[in-house]
């Protein structure tokens, strides 16, 4: 009997090499801008053997850090990087995903590099 992990899977017209995913775990390692690094990419890279990688909570708002140096998605100065690291994932032969990502008031202004913190009420903001 094979194993279910190790068999192919197809989700509408995407096909991965197996069923073992990467869910999103934060590394804390992009720049302060929240653009992507080597590190980041060397991190991704080493995961050869899975079928879908999950990139980790990526910012969608430089209010909504929930850290200095977590990777961004809220300027077109991370398009370059973004890219550069789907290409890596893909050339492990993984699909690739992304958690998309906002605090909220469960941040700072340390986080946010003292922009004002974004919420949708007071909580969180005492």
Do not use: C
């Amino acid at each position: 009997m094979i194993l279910q992990l190790a068999l192919p899977l197809k989700i509408g017209k995407w096909h991965t090499k197996n069923r073992v995913v990467l869910p999103p775990m934060v590394t804390w390692a992009a720049n302060p801008d929240g653009t992507i690094t080597d590190y980041d990419l060397k991190h991704y890279a080493s995961f050869q053997d899975v079928g879908l990688i999950i990139v980790e909570a990526t910012a969608v708002s430089p209010e909504g850090r929930l850290s200095a140096r977590q990777i961004g998605a809220f300027s077109d100065d991370h398009l370059p990087g973004l890219s550069r690291l789907a290409e890596t994932i893909h050339a492990q032969g993984a699909l690739a995903a992304i958690q998309l990502h906002h605090a909220g008031g469960q941040t700072n202004l340390e986080n946010t590099h003292g922009l004002p913190l974004l919420a949708p009420s007071a909580a969180g903001h005492e």
